[in-house]
C-alpha cells in the first residue's frame, strides 16, 4: 500500500496523507496492511496532530520515507519499487 501525499484535487492538507483506501469489513486481509500504515504514519504524526501547521514539503518527506521502506508483505521490497515494476509492465 503506497501512502498518497499528492493533491489529488483535494482541497485540505489532511486529504494529503492518507492510506489509498479504507480496508472493508469483507476483505479482512487489508486490515493489517492498513493498522501497519497507520502505526507507521504515527511514529511522525501523532494521533490528534493538527496538520495545518506542516508544510506540503514535509508531508512529501515523510511519504518518500514510507514508500521507500521495505514491506513484509512485498516480500521485502519498497512500494515504491513495487509501484515501478507495475507501472512499467503496463506500458
Do not use: H
Amino acid at each position: 500500500m503506497a501512502v498518497c501525499a499528492a493533491n489529488c484535487g483535494r482541497p485540505s492538507k489532511l486529504n494529503y496523507i492518507a492510506v489509498a483506501w479504507k480496508s472493508s469489513w469483507k476483505s479482512s486481509w487489508q486490515r493489517g496492511t492498513n493498522e501497519n500504515t497507520n502505526l507507521l504514519l504515527r511514529q511522525y504524526f501523532p494521533r490528534g496532530t493538527d496538520l495545518s501547521p506542516i508544510s506540503q514539503a514535509q508531508l512529501d518527506q515523510v511519504s518518500v520515507r514510507l514508500n521507500q521502506r521495505p514491506r513484509k508483505t512485498l516480500g521485502f521490497q519498497t512500494p515504491t519499487s513495487k509501484l515501478q515494476v507495475s507501472v512499467a509492465s503496463t506500458v
